[in-house]
């Protein structure tokens, strides 16, 4: 990590940082609140979308979605246990290999639950995107260095 002096970072970096932290947490706290609403544990919605969104040539595996959602192996395990025994997600073995893949009622739960938070992002989104702006731009902003 590279060291920089404190008084390097301007007002409106510190503003502009804490204004994109917020915005996606908000955007965050709104959809787990959705998941919540839906029955889901914000969690299994987190892996349903990690399984139907990994990048071409990813295989849902549980150690490809351990590292898509940052969690550790065996916490990935538990949470796919648990959305097994809802009827979310199923195990298919290949093999030696056992990947996840959506139940018909995982896809119904999770395509309502996009839906409402692609709503939601088409308010929060430019403000994230602002937000997010001020920080990229803010090299080039003139402004009195913080003390």
Known sequence: MRLIRQDAITDSEYRALAEFRHQILRYLDFSDQLAKQLGLE???YQLMLAIKGLP??????IGVLAHQLQIRHHSAVELADRAERNGLIERVRTGPYVFLHLTKQGERILARAVE???EELRVAGPLL???LQRLINSNS???KKRK
């Open 141 to 143: 902003m003139p402004e």
């Open 129 to 131: 995107v602002k937000a």
């Open 116 to 118: 409402e938070r692609l």
């Open 56 to 61: 071409e040539g990813s295989e849902p595996t």
């Open 42 to 44: 914000p969690k299994q």
